[in-house]
């Protein structure tokens, strides 16, 4: 630094009435990437009036506001002041105290760093799982805006973060199904470090199952989606209260015997809530007649109708009800109904999202689940005069991509009636009752 620069920079730092204009000057800097265009101040005061007369010989007495070009400012600096020579991106850089970078170069800057953050993490997995999540916040993809924010608002708290959740992928696959608290504990020695609703390491722990299984995290997961996608690695979150409903099934275990309790269940015609602690231990699940169909259905009032009807009968008919959506232990459930070669029929409510729920399982089980009764005129004996409620609810048909289902969806969104099951419940009875006699 020469002495004229050194001068220069002492002198402006010394003088209180250049600060708002220098402040100026560089955030004018920082945005154009070069020292021109121009920058204004209000309410003068008389002495920034005084000072700003001298370099730029100009009468500024009677102006509330002024328009000051840098460029005409550096050339007042060599003009008429003793400073003569000295650049303006170097006297803001020393007023600054370092060199100032434009916002672009800043930008960059921050993305180089924060990538050599991420790219340190490398060396930390030790499986593709761990790998597959690191690349996907280094490609930016969809899901990871929260931790990039967080390394811009405290990096250390992230650190902290990535660590726990790294070391929690490189120990998956697990090879028996545990549950989260006590897989949380043998990563991090806490229980409750991967909780998926109050911790933050819990939702990035989530948001890594979700890339490795290829998803975007675009849609935020609802309950049973969570409980799906961790159990999709044997890792469960509730083994109690996540269960589903079945009669006239028989399940057996990985020596293909019959589970007793299942066997004692079909005989005395007793109705089974099996929690997700019990179905994981089963190998596959069969219809107990000789039919090799099961029948699922969406409403539980239903299902207890159709139990009803059939009291008199010798033994129930093979039935799974979802109540709704279904549980993740519901979709266990038909997964090892199918594992059986069993068939499944399912019928749910003619409303949008019984529809949606009927194309989720056909596209899930493609060729493995008949759609029950989804005709036109199926839809037409099962509709009420209920009204959907909102449009919303109407456009979510438009992503039902199902051929049996395009009628019928057709068809609500033009009439708008919600269809029930419980309309076509002498159909149903009819359906079940030709399918165990063949």
């Known amino acids: 630094m020469d002495d004229s620069l050194g001068e220069a920079i002492q002198y402006f730092k010394q003088e ?45 007495s009677h102006k509330a506001v002024v328009k000051i070009q840098l460029s005409k400012f550096e050339e007042g600096l060599s003009l008429n002041t003793r ?48 790998h597959i999540f690191l690349q996907n916040i280094i490609d930016k993809e969809g899901g990871t805006r929260g931790i990039h924010q967080l390394y811009k608002s405290d990096p250390l708290l992230l650190t902290k973060h990535m660590t726990q959740v790294i070391d929690g992928l490189n120990k998956l696959p697990l090879e028996e199904y545990t549950r989260l608290p006590v897989f949380a504990a043998a990563v991090t020695g806490n229980p409750h470090s991967f909780d998926i609703q109050k911790s933050d390491t ?31 690695f044997r890792i469960i979150r509730d083994d109690l209260l996540n269960f589903t409903t079945c009669v006239g099934l028989l399940a057996f275990n990985d020596c293909g015997q019959v589970i007793p309790m299942w066997k004692e269940a079909v005989n005395n015609k007793i109705t089974l809530n099996v929690p997700l602690r019990e179905l994981i231990k089963i190998e596959t699940v069969k219809p107990a007649p000789s039919s090799k169909v099961v029948f699922v259905l969406e409403n539980s009032g239903v299902f207890s109708a159709l139990l009803d009807y059939f009291e008199t009968e010798l033994k129930y008919p093979p039935m799974v009800c979802t109540h709704g959506q279904g549980k993740w232990a519901t979709k266990l459930m038909i997964e090892k109904i199918l594992k059986s ?43 009420s005069n209920v009204k959907v409620d909102s449009q919303r609810r109407i456009k979510q048909l438009q992503s039902i991509e199902t051929d049996e289902l395009i009628p019928v969806k057709e068809l609500l969104a033009k009439q708008m009636l919600v269809g029930y099951q419980e309309n076509i419940l002498e159909l149903l009875v009819k359906d079940i009752e030709k399918e165990l006699n063949n």
């Open 16 to 60: 209180p009435a250049y600060h708002r204009l220098l402040i100026k000057f560089i955030e004018r800097y920082k945005r154009l990437g070069r020292i021109g265009g121009s920058v204004e101040i209000n309410s003068l005061t008389d002495k920034e009036k005084e000072l700003l007369e001298a370099v730029l010989q100009r009468n500024f």
């Open 202 to 232: 819990g939702k990035i722990f989530l948001l890594a199952l979700e890339a490795i299984n290829g998803k975007k995290a675009e849609q935020k997961l609802n309950s049973e989606e969570i409980s799906e996608l961790l159990g999709g």
């Open 83 to 130: 400073f003569e020579g000295v650049g303006l991106k170097d006297l803001l850089d020393g007023y600054a105290g370092k060199k100032i970078l434009t916002n672009k170069e800043e930008q960059e800057l921050f993305e180089k760093e924060k990538k050599q953050y991420f790219t340190g993490f490398q060396l930390r997995c030790q499986n593709n799982y761990s």
């Open 341 to 383: 070669g069993s068939i499944i029929f399912y019928n749910g409510d003619y409303d949008p999202e019984g529809l949606l729920m009927a194309d989720k399982l056909a596209k899930r089980y493609k060729g493995k689940v008949t759609l029950w009764r989804y005709s036109e005129e199926d839809y037409q004996n099962a509709a």
